[in-house]
């Protein structure tokens, strides 16, 4: 009988021993579940894909660098929609139990943002321009420049040789927040805006609107939109027999937008904010492997998803699962040297960068000389 009792406290000092082990271990490598909350179907599908070879690149990196570290990536589909965008950060976060969330455009990231702060859960937007998502002190970031810098940059250029000028953009948080912004700063050099047309998302027929556009005659025209309808109108513009110099931001700069526009793409001016061809030696190096991996070169959004990823898992090194810790730490991050520039965050979360002008010669993208 005392045999049978030594046994037994034998087996339990040794389970209790395995178990105290298995939460040191644990306690040593927690997992870090991140949701993205993407793009994955729809005409904006070309963003989600090149967001996710930057988060794959940048897992990748973390994984090497961060052995112990365990962190489990869950992509649910916004489709470009608010409402669809909310239900995935719900099953994210109910079902996946996302500590953080990564979300692309400013529609998205705009509608979660209530939640994410309400939960406390660190929200990290990419592709995400509008004024509207700056908040102070609260849990939403972002890798993007508001539309205010972009569209002061595309400004500053166009205002020195046109002074009438037409509005056309996407009737959504982004296309809003360039018409206001771009507006403004038109505004402010002595311009005029002299027509203004929108377009709902997933409009293909902007016949009707150029019609309006060419009454007016402007030297000038914004296109405030993503890829494939910015490649569209300058095709029906072109059609048309417009030749008012066209500019746009930097969603221009994508395989989409050549193969829509064709020819009418050649000399299209617009904004961007990302160099794969600089001297930086981490964005040197980022791009090399990028290309190795996937055949071709990052552009913005897969810069932007690399840097979101890397920066959060910094906050979770830096402070475990602590929310209110991750959000101190990533609005004390100043002069982070990203593959998208050198970041600091501001009180609001937002983080400022240069953007040059590009322009389409030949069929390529290539930097504009002025």
Known sequence: MRKIIIISLVVLLIIGIGTWLGLEQRKEAPVINIGVVSLMSGNMASYGERAQKGLSLAMQDIQKEFPGLKIQLFYE?????????????????????????IVLSSPVALAIAPLANQEKVIEMAITASTPKYTTKNDFTFRTTARAEVEDRALAK??????????????????????????????????????????????????????????????EAIYVL????????????????????????????????????AGNAAEGI??????????????????????????????????????????????????????????????????????????LSFDENGDVFYEYSLKTVKNGEFVPYQQ
């Open 77 to 101: 589909d916004s489709r470009y929609s608010p409402q669809d965008g909310v239900s995935a950060y719900r099953k994210l976060r109910d079902f996946n139990n996302a500590q953080a969330v």
């Open 157 to 218: 250029a166009v205002m020195s040789k046109y002074k009438d000028v037409a509005l056309f953009y996407i009737n959504d948080e982004r296309g809003l927040g360039h018409r206001d912004a771009i507006r403004a700063e038109i505004e402010k050099a002595g311009g005029r805006v002299v027509a203004q047309e929108i377009m709902a998302p997933g409009d293909s027929d902007f016949r009707a609107q150029l019609t309006k556009i060419k009454a007016e005659k402007p």
């Open 225 to 260: 939109t993503e890829a494939k309808s910015t490649g569209l109108f300058v095709k029906q513009a072109k059609e048309m027999g417009i030749e008012s110099q066209i500019f746009a931001t930097r969603s221009t700069q994508e395989k989409d937008f050549l193969a829509v």
């Open 269 to 342: 001016i617009y904004t961007y904010s990302f160099d794969p061809a600089s001297n930086n030696p981490q964005v040197k190096d980022f791009t090399q492997r990028f290309k190795a991996r996937y055949q071709e070169e990052p552009d913005y959004v897969a810069a932007e998803a690399y840097d979101s990823l890397r920066l959060v898992v910094a906050a979770v090194e830096a402070c475990g699962l602590k929310s209110e810790c991750m959000k101190d730490y990533l609005l004390s991050v100043k002069n982070y040297q990203g593959v998208s520039g050198n």
